[in-house]
């Protein structure tokens, strides 16, 4: 019977460990985001859209913000859940903002990015009404995740009531995500947003009923409430079931504080935030069937 010699079983020892390790090495580490980099990208790069006539003024922009239908091709819903969601979807979401110069020096700044997402491969995209609605700037433009930046050249369709607006930005080769059905109150969902600009933050919760809200004259639109956190910068973010439909869009919140006990409070002790979003069936009825 022959025997190894003493060094080898740690020499062995040594390979299996460093096999395992170039295994480690091997893999791909989670993709890091760089906030600041994306946020100097959307000044310069819109920017840099509006030097060149590209990006279109919110004086061109505003009065589009009155029609109420269009027509674009949106991909067939898919039933099979995802095995990685975000790893599939955070591409079809974009950051959406302006650009202004303060007068004080000749560089472009944003105002604050909002989040939108892609609704066709040609450049058809959706936020919220609200991100538009208002605005005296220069330009808009979009980011897509890999960095590339394209000027907002048009207002396709939109609704005030609802908070939706559908949009389309020049170029091509987007990727896009489906329109689901409405999704029932307990489901699973997930979000890929932009809050405060932390960008491509991924929340998930339920959806927690649907409500109408309170308005002082006539109906107001449906809301679809969450469970999935979210703030500002996330408006216009796409609320996806488990299969990567979008089943809605994130709108805004709502605080709720215990009436204060002493008259000298201006407000009592916090208690929850309601979340609320735009329901899938509110951005079905901007497209022509």
């Known amino acids: 019977m022959k025997y190894l010699p003493n060094h080898l079983p740690a020499l062995l020892g040594f390979s299996l460990i460093a096999q395992g390790l170039a295994v480690s090495v091997g893999h791909a580490a989670p993709e890091t985001v760089d906030d600041a980099v994306i946020i100097k990208s959307l000044s310069e790069g819109i920017g840099a859209l509006v030097d060149g006539g590209k ?12 029609r109420r239908k269009c027509t674009v091709k949106v991909d067939r819903a ?36 909002a989040t ?17 609605d208002g605005k005296e700037v220069a330009g808009f433009g979009i980011r897509t995740r890999d960095g590339k930046v394209a000027p907002v050249t048009e207002i396709l369709a939109a609704s005030k009531r609802d ?28 979000i890929i947003a932009h809050p405060d600009s932390r960008f491509y933050t991924y929340t998930a919760g339920k959806v927690s009923r649907y409500y109408r ?10 809301i679809m409430a969450v469970t999935a956190e979210f703030a500002r910068g996330s408006s216009g973010g796409p609320v ?42 509110a951005i079905r009825a901007l497209i022509e069937r």
């Open 55 to 66: 990006a279109s003024p919110s004086k061109k922009l505003t009065p589009q913000l009155e």
């Open 78 to 113: 898919s039933s099979k859940a995802l095995d990685n969601l975000y790893g599939q979807c955070a591409d079809s979401v974009i950051a959406i903002a302006s650009v202004y110069k303060c007068g004080k020096c000749d560089n472009w700044h944003n105002s604050g990015a």
């Open 116 to 132: 939108g997402w892609i609704l066709s491969e040609d450049g058809v995209m959706v936020t919220n009404y609200h991100v538009f």
């Open 163 to 190: 908070d939706v607006v559908i949009f389309k930005v020049a170029g091509s080769g987007f990727k896009p995500l489906p329109l689901g059905p409405d999704a029932n109150v307990g489901s699973d969902l997930h």
């Open 213 to 222: 809200k309170r308005v002082p004259k006539g109906d107001g639109p449906s």
């Open 240 to 281: 996806m079931d488990s299969a990567g439909n979008v089943v809605g869009m994130v709108a805004s919140t709502q605080s709720i504080y215990y009436p204060p006990k002493k008259k000298t409070d201006t407000q009592g002790p916090f208690q929850m935030v309601i979340r609320n979003c735009v329901p899938v069936s």
